[in-house]
């Protein structure tokens, strides 16, 4: 069973408007750890942001933020004032500490930033 | 700080071929492990290891080899490379549950690699 769910492939969104990337996830463990990475098209990851599944409040990183819902299981990423350099690859993924620390990664999503 | 370090970059096999895909950090990290991205198909988890001596399957493990002599380096070895292993590998660092904030993974810059 897929551990993490990004429904969106791919996304186009206008320079300096705001877009939220999906992510939903299904764990039965209560402590977990959700994380957002960034691929641009040099290939490397680059971390974002994370929400420990036990923080009240939603993260926030400069432009990233999360919109974590947890009875619904959503950990959605959301970037304020697109740039051009945002283009590029998202994947959401998630950390089970009682699995042995594994981590669960989603398909990504292509997020195509228009000037 | 070099981080995670991974070599190489770049590999081209022929069928059958074995060889091995090095990975290094230098931040006294507990975690490691080993991903392949496919195309569609986001990062699967080969192997992991929570310290020295301790290893794991992930996801897709079979043909796949790993060992952890030591902490600092968590090499994967291709037994008998196929066509179905081009890929784009990751291996990926971090610290165990309760050393720090977030247990972010660290990764190294990849290696492309095509079986023929």
């Known amino acids: 069973a897929q551990k993490i769910t990004q429904t969106q492939p791919g996304m186009f969104v206008q320079e300096k408007e705001a877009v939220t990337l999906d992510c939903t996830y299904d764990?039965?463990?209560?402590?977990?750890?959700l994380f957002w990475y960034k691929q641009p098209s040099s290939g490397e990851m680059i971390f974002l942001i994370y929400q420990g599944s036990y923080d009240q409040q939603n993260a926030t990183e400069g432009r990233y933020s999360l919109n974590f819902q947890k009875a619904r299981k959503s950990a959605n990423l959301v970037i304020s004032a697109s740039q051009l350099g945002d283009s590029a690859m998202y994947f959401c993924?998630?950390?089970?500490?009682?699995?042995?620390?594994?981590?669960?990664f989603g398909s990504g999503t292509k997020l195509n930033v228009k000037p | 700080n070099a981080g995670v370090t991974q070599t190489p970059k770049f590999q081209v096999l022929k069928t059958g071929q074995s060889m091995t895909l090095q990975c290094a950090q230098d931040?006294?990290?507990?975690?490691m492990s080993w991903y392949r991205q496919d195309p569609g198909m986001g990062l699967r988890l080969i192997h992991y290891?929570?310290?020295?001596?301790?290893?794991d399957q992930g996801e897709v493990p079979n043909g796949y080899n790993v060992s952890r002599s030591t902490t600092e380096d968590f090499p994967l070895r291709l037994l008998s490379a196929a066509p179905s292993q081009t890929s784009v590998y990751f291996c990926a660092s971090s610290y165990s549950i309760g050393q720090a904030d977030n247990e972010k993974l660290f990764f190294g810059s990849g290696t492309q690699l095509s079986v023929l």
């Open positions: 764990t039965s463990d209560p402590s977990y750890g």
């Open positions: 290891s929570v310290g020295a001596g301790i290893t």
């Open positions: 931040m006294n990290h507990e975690y």
């Open positions: 993924a998630m950390r089970e500490p009682y699995n042995f620390n594994k981590f669960y």
